[in-house]
Nanobody
Framework: VQLVESGGGLVQSGGSLRLSCTASGFAFSNYDVSWYRQAPGQERVLVATITSAGGRTNYADSAKGRFTISRDNAKNTLYLQMNSLKPEDTAVYYC?????????WGQGTQVTASS
């Protein structure tokens, strides 16, 4: 079982990044999936969630209007489009999959938005 994030990096404030999370080893399409982030010295917090079929999404207040979560079940891939990035968005971003009995985490990808 693997969740592998990619797409992180260094971007200037106001810029955009698109994160991807590719799943393998489990039935991705049966899982609700989320993006979390953890800034240095802080707890890991939820950024956005999308249901298994992609019918419903939910965002943290900090992400509303700027971030868009989506998924392609045919490609076993989760995305996070991040626009208008701010320095306070700087964190390690993690992919998380939750099924009825099991849950999985990715290893994280660093996003740094410079002021």
């Amino acid at each position: 079982v693997q969740l592998v994030e990619s797409g992180g990096g260094l971007v200037q404030s106001g810029g955009s990044l698109r994160l991807s999370c590719t799943a393998s080893g489990f039935a991705f399409s049966n899982y609700d999936v989320s993006w979390y982030r953890q800034a240095p010295g802080q707890e890991r917090v939820l950024v956005a969630t999308i249901t298994s079929a992609g019918g419903r999404t939910n965002y943290a207040d900090s992400a509303k209007g700027r971030f868009t979560i989506s998924r392609d079940n045919a490609k076993n891939t989760l995305y996070l489009q991040m626009n208008s990035l701010k320095p306070e968005d700087t964190a390690v971003y993690y992919c998380y999959a939750r099924g009825r009995w099991l849950e999985f985490w990715g290893q994280g990808t660093q996003v740094t938005a410079s002021s």
